[in-house]
């Protein structure tokens, strides 16, 4: 049986900026709402200096956070790191939209810096900056296979053309701080997180049953190796993603009165509930 370690990260393009930066990544987001205009309670909070303070310590919080998930990464010193994140809108698009897909080439490339929001970068790289990453191949192609046996219709890509940066942000962007060397052989996972709202060609989102099936799958696949897997999920609080927890925890979730089989995250969001959406979960996960 596997060996496996569980590490939970973000993946938000703002975790590759100084605190400087931050400040705009608001406007960017705020500016998605037609008129918006910052609730008072807001401007309050974030002071005389537009949150700059906050920022900063936050941002702190966040590189002291990622040390820490990569000292026991290398601690353990895994023979796959299994990266599970969605791709929205980079590799795959209207064209090509697989709900779950493996990469089983042997090495892969990312530019994590290309995006407009990470030219200001904490590492002061250029936009064309590229890391590449060795595949374990093999342990991909068995992988994909015992997973479409069991039942899980998969699909596979050797290589990534969807767009000329590579590995999504999802992926790329914790690699920054937990294995930007590629000391680990890489094994990228790719959810479609996109659904209806994206537009009339884009298919609905694979649903929180799906990925939890998907994820019980993974782990009878695991229970047949004996290799040490690292699996590194984003926000795996998020019951969207609950294939993420459930591949890297010890014990079963107890999804006792909140069931994530008839709630979605998009549900609780839209009516301005994601608190529910994190403390439900988070409260009956052992």
Request: aromatic share 10%; net charge neutral; hydrophobic share 40%.
């Amino acid at each position: 049986m596997a060996e496996l370690l569980g590490l939970g990260c973000s993946h938000g393009p703002i975790i590759l900026t100084p605190p400087q930066a931050w400040a705009k990544g608001r406007e960017r987001i705020f500016a998605r709402v037609p008129n918006y205009q910052p609730p008072p309670q807001l401007l309050q909070e974030l002071g005389e200096d537009n949150g700059l303070s906050q920022d900063i310590v936050d941002q702190q919080h966040v590189v002291d956070a990622f040390a820490v998930l990569r000292e026991h990464l290398h601690a353990w010193a895994p023979d796959v790191v299994l990266i599970i994140g969605d791709d929205q809108a980079e590799n795959f698009r209207q064209d090509n939209l697989p709900p779950f897909c493996m990469y089983t080439g042997a090495e892969v490339d990312g530019y994590p810096f290309q995006r407009a929001a990470a030219r200001n970068n904490l590492w002061g790289a250029a936009p064309e900056t590229r890391y590449t990453f060795r595949c374990p191949q093999a342990f991909a192609r068995d992988m994909r296979n015992a997973l479409i046996r069991d039942g899980v219709d998969l699909a596979s890509a050797n290589a990534l053309k969807g767009w000329e940066w590579g590995l999504p942000h999802a992926h790329i962007n914790p690699l920054m701080f937990l294995d930007p060397e590629g000391r680990f052989p890489l094994l990228p996972f790719f959810v479609n997180c996109y659904g209806e709202e994206a537009g009339p060609d884009y298919p609905p989102r694979p649903t929180p049953r799906r990925c939890y099936e998907v994820g019980r799958a993974m782990r009878r696949f695991l229970a047949t190796r004996s290799e040490r897997v690292a699996v590194v999920a984003r926000r795996p609080e998020n019951v969207e993603g609950a294939i993420c927890p459930r591949v890297g925890t010890r014990h079963p979730c107890k999804l006792n009165h909140f069931d994530p089989f008839r709630h979605s995250s998009q549900h609780f969001v839209l009516r301005h509930g994601g608190w529910k959406l994190r403390g439900d979960l988070l409260k009956n996960v052992a």
